[in-house]
């Protein structure tokens, strides 16, 4: 009888409003997407953030992490659009990833932008971040909190590379923004668009002969076994990570909860930063014991990297913002 479960849904949905306010005591458990897993940094930092949240409320917000970006079939790029349209709740996310929909998260993309951590911290903590947060708020998601997934270092199966003249002709595989397109093709490489589930076959089968990815990545998802023994540090870019809200979920939240579940991430993605920054040295070491071969590049050698890929900055910047772009590099240069 189709009338008995709706008088039932009535009474729940009108016992619940008179006996207490929603917030006190409303059970709600939302979904957040990430692409790597709590093997790795990027995930931890997902699963902080949820323990965070559970903990502070004493267990009524739930924050169930999807790792592998099963939400999306695997399709990282398109995470951003599923979490505008509501199809995911909340995300723990890679600028990277987003930067096909936020133009603006091109801006870290940019290569050798950043030297060193404290430029990183420089754009995130600083009025920049804040203007690329406004950036993220009006294509439609709500962005609480930042993390890191690391400088991108490059890898490859052929040989150590030194110069841009080593990486001539390498089918490199590379993610998210045609920005990576254009740095790779500068170079004279020969670079393929691909997601990270369809990146390691392609290594395996030598389909692909190079990736960039953080230290971590290249580590915990022993990339070294599918015949990466080349690992230069070039230092070339970093992804920060993105804490998000689907802009529904996070309207529909009492102001108590927006601000639990934004100090969390606040606190989580801290947390991930340190701890991840902290692996590094020993992440490095691990990998040259694994006899990976790995290069660190003369000041002159690195001039070289920054020379050759200077023209990407001339077709990029109009679409970051001319702006946005001056901004950091100020206070890259001040930090
Ligand atoms: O796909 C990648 O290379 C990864 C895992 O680093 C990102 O999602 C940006």
Same mark, same amino acid.
């Given at each position: 009888?189709?009338?008995?479960?709706?008088?039932?849904?009535?009474?729940?949905?009108?016992?619940?409003?008179?006996?207490?306010?929603?917030?006190?005591?409303?059970?709600?458990?939302?979904?957040?997407?990430?692409?790597?897993?709590?093997?790795?940094?990027w995930g931890q930092a997902a699963e902080k953030w949820a323990e965070l949240v559970s903990?502070?409320?004493?267990?009524?917000?739930?924050?169930?992490?999807?790792?592998?970006?099963?939400?999306?079939?695997?399709?990282?790029?398109?995470?951003?659009?599923?979490?505008?349209?509501?199809?995911?709740?909340?995300?723990?996310?890679?600028?990277?990833?987003?930067?096909?929909?936020?133009?603006?998260?091109?801006?870290?993309?940019?290569?050798?932008?950043?030297?060193?951590?404290?430029?990183?911290?420089?754009?995130?903590?600083?009025?920049?971040?804040?203007?690329?947060?406004?950036?993220?708020?009006?294509?439609?998601?709500?962005?609480?909190?930042?993390?890191?997934?690391?400088?991108?270092?490059?890898?490859?199966?052929?040989?150590?590379?030194?110069?841009?003249?080593?990486?001539?002709?390498?089918?490199?595989?590379?993610?998210?923004?045609?920005?990576?397109?254009?740095?790779?093709?500068?170079?004279?490489?020969?670079?393929?668009?691909?997601?990270?589930?369809?990146?390691?076959?392609?290594?395996?089968?030598?389909?692909?002969?190079?990736?960039?990815?953080?230290?971590?990545?290249?580590?915990?998802?022993?990339?070294?076994?599918?015949?990466?023994?080349?690992?230069?540090?070039?230092?070339?870019?970093?992804?920060?990570?993105?804490?998000?809200?689907n802009k529904k979920v996070w309207k529909s939240l009492p102001a108590a909860d927006r601000?639990?579940?934004? =100090? &969390?991430?606040? +606190? !989580?993605? @801290?947390?991930?930063?340190? *701890?991840?920054?902290?692996?590094?040295?020993?992440? $490095? /070491? %691990?990998?040259?014991?694994?006899?990976?071969?790995?290069?660190?590049?003369?000041?002159?050698?690195? =001039? &070289?990297?920054? +020379? !050759?890929? @200077?023209?990407?900055?001339? *077709?990029?910047?109009?679409?970051?913002?001319?702006? $946005? /772009? %001056?901004?950091?590099?100020?206070?890259?240069?001040?930090?």
């Open positions: 009888m189709p009338i008995k479960p709706l008088a039932f849904a009535l009474t729940a949905v009108l016992g619940m409003s008179f006996t207490a306010p929603a917030f006190a005591q409303e059970t709600r458990e939302f979904s957040v997407s990430t692409v790597l897993s709590d093997a790795f940094p903990e502070r409320s004493d267990g009524r917000l739930t924050l169930k992490v999807y790792p592998n970006a099963q939400l999306v079939s695997g399709d990282q790029t398109r995470e951003f659009s599923a979490m505008r349209s509501g199809l995911i709740d909340m995300a723990v996310a890679s600028t990277i990833n987003w930067s096909p929909q936020v133009p603006e998260l091109n801006l870290f993309s940019l290569p050798f932008l950043m030297p060193d951590e404290a430029a990183i911290d420089a754009i995130t903590q600083g009025d920049t971040g804040k203007k690329i947060f406004a950036a993220i708020d009006k294509k439609g998601v709500m962005p609480l909190a930042w993390g890191e997934n690391g400088f991108r270092e490059l890898s490859n199966s052929k040989h150590p590379i030194n110069s841009p003249a080593d990486v001539q002709g390498l089918k490199v595989r590379v993610v998210g923004s045609p920005l990576f397109l254009d740095t790779f093709s500068t170079l004279g490489a020969n670079p393929t668009q691909m997601s990270w589930a369809d990146a390691k076959p392609a290594l395996t089968t030598g389909a692909i002969d190079g990736q960039e990815n953080p230290l971590s990545v290249f580590d915990v998802a022993r990339v070294d076994q599918v015949g990466q023994s080349y690992l230069t540090l070039w230092h070339y870019m970093a992804d920060p990570l993105i804490f998000g809200v601000d639990l579940l934004q =100090q &969390a991430a606040i +606190d !989580a993605g @801290a947390w991930e930063i340190e *701890k991840s920054r902290n692996e590094l040295s020993e992440t $490095l /070491v %691990a990998i040259k014991e694994r006899g990976v071969e790995v290069t660190e590049l003369t000041p002159e050698q690195h =001039q &070289a990297f920054v +020379d !050759a890929t @200077a023209e990407v900055y001339t *077709k990029w910047t109009p679409r970051i913002g001319a702006e $946005l /772009v %001056a901004e950091a590099q100020a206070a890259i240069a001040a930090r």
